[in-house]
C-alpha cells in the first residue's frame, strides 16, 4: 500500500492506491465478520461472536498485525 503511494507519480494514482486499499479493509472487515460469526464461533466454543463493525475491523487489523509478524 505504501509502497504504491511513494511511487505514484502523480495525484490520480495516489487517490487510486488509497481508495482501493480502503476497499480492500471494508470488503475484509464485512467477510471476517460473516466469516467469525458463522463459522468460528459455532465450532469453536470459547469464541464470541462479533457484535459492531469496529468489531470486526479491529479484530482485521490485528490479525493483519500478527500476519506480517
Known sequence: MFKELVQAKNSAEAINAIL???LMVLISTFLLRFLWNQ???KHITVFKPVSSLMDAFLLSLGLGVLKCC
Open 20 to 22: 482501493s486499499f480502503a
Open 39 to 41: 463459522g468460528l464461533v
